[in-house]
C-alpha cells in the first residue's frame, strides 16, 4: 500500500490525559464484561505489567504512554462496534470467544491476543465495515 505524503486534511487531535484515564477506566469495565483473564487483558494492553493491571482494576490510573491510549481508544472503538452489531450486550460480549470462518476459525480475542496493535486495528475496522462505516 502506498501512502501519499501531504498535508493532512483533518488532523486527529491527541488523547488528553482525562480522556486516556477515562478510557483506562472504562476498558477495565470492559474486560471485566469480556472475562478476561489478568494475562489477557495485560497482553491487549501491549503488555502491561500485572501489578500496573491490578492498580488500574484498584482505580489508580497513573501516566499513561501514547501508544497504550491508542490502544485503549481501539478497545473501546471494538466494544462500540460490537454494541452496534449486537442489541443484546451479552452476545458482543460472548461474541468475541466465539470461532469465526472471518478469522480462519480464530476468535476474535484470538485476534487480539497476538498483541500487535495493527491486529485491534484490523478488527475495529473489520467490525466497521460489517456494520457498513
Not at 15 to 24: F, G, Y
Not at 91 to 115: C, H, Q, T
Amino acid at each position: 500500500m502506498e501512502l501519499h505524503r501531504g498535508t493532512p486534511t483533518a488532523a486527529t487531535p491527541p488523547i488528553t490525559d482525562d480522556e486516556a484515564a477515562a478510557l483506562a477506566r472504562s476498558t477495565v469495565n470492559l474486560f471485566q464484561a469480556w472475562e478476561l483473564s489478568d494475562a489477557e487483558s495485560c497482553t491487549l494492553l501491549g503488555g502491561i505489567a500485572k501489578r500496573t493491571w491490578a492498580r488500574w482494576k484498584d482505580g489508580q490510573i497513573g501516566r499513561i504512554e501514547r501508544d497504550l491510549r491508542l490502544r485503549l481508544a481501539l478497545l473501546i472503538g471494538i466494544h462500540k462496534g460490537l454494541r452496534h452489531m449486537f442489541r443484546e450486550p451479552g452476545r458482543g460480549y460472548a461474541w468475541i470467544r466465539k470461532p469465526n470462518a472471518a478469522f480462519e476459525g480464530l476468535s476474535a480475542l484470538d485476534v487480539m491476543l497476538r498483541g500487535e496493535m495493527t491486529d485491534l486495528l484490523a478488527l475495529r475496522d473489520w467490525l466497521n465495515a460489517e456494520r457498513g462505516v
